[in-house]
């Protein structure tokens, strides 16, 4: 069953379609939860956040097509809105230790394993909100500008300048800590390979 039957047949409150759909998209949501807010049990709380959203609301999605947009930018909304109401950050510290206290390995948990080493994460992490989230979003979910634009509301071109800044910042912060390896061309060929040619 395709995607669209799938997103049909949750407007219709199929149970079935909506599991379906959860399990196809909840490590990647996990992940890009993760990556924009920065703490663990945060991105756990907008996942669940997101499908309860996703649930109530899925009537007002017009286009089955459309979907995917549809569901990153009810998690990048939803992320925004835990980011201010959070009052301070959780020291690493102390998210280790509440990974730790879990049992066994779940879906973040792997996730997280996965990640580029700790300086890129750390680099990533020091952006603001607005920025953090364009990286993550056209580096780690492939997206393009078009996409982004449509998932935060904003126009090609503010992505882009987000994306120009984010580059510059991120180069800095890595060359500064020893990480800087490589050299970043803007607008060529090297941008369509997705990687972060900002090491």
Known sequence: ?????????????????????????????????????????????????????????????????????????????????????????????????????????????RIIKTENEKQVHDAVQSLDFKHRAVVVLYYYNEMTAKEIARTLGCTEGTVKSRLFAARKKLRGKLMMNGEGGGSYEEGGKQEENRRLYFL
């Not at 309860?52 to 009537?59: A, E, N, S």
């Not at 925004?80 to 509440?98: F, M, T, V, W």
């Open 1 to 109: 069953m395709d995607e669209k039957e799938l997103v049909q047949r949750l407007k219709g409150g199929d149970k079935a379609a909506f599991d379906a759909l959860y399990e196809k998209y909840k490590n990647i949501l996990l992940r890009m939860a993760y990556l924009i807010s920065g703490q663990i049990f945060d991105a756990e709380d907008v996942v669940q956040e997101t499908f309860v959203k996703c649930f109530l609301h899925i009537g007002e999605l017009k286009k089955e097509e459309g979907f995917r947009s549809w569901l990153f930018q009810i998690l990048y909304h939803t992320a925004y809105r835990h980011q201010k109401k959070r009052g301070r950050e959780i020291p690493d510290e102390q998210i280790a230790i509440r990974a730790d206290a879990t049992d066994g390995m779940t879906s973040l948990d």
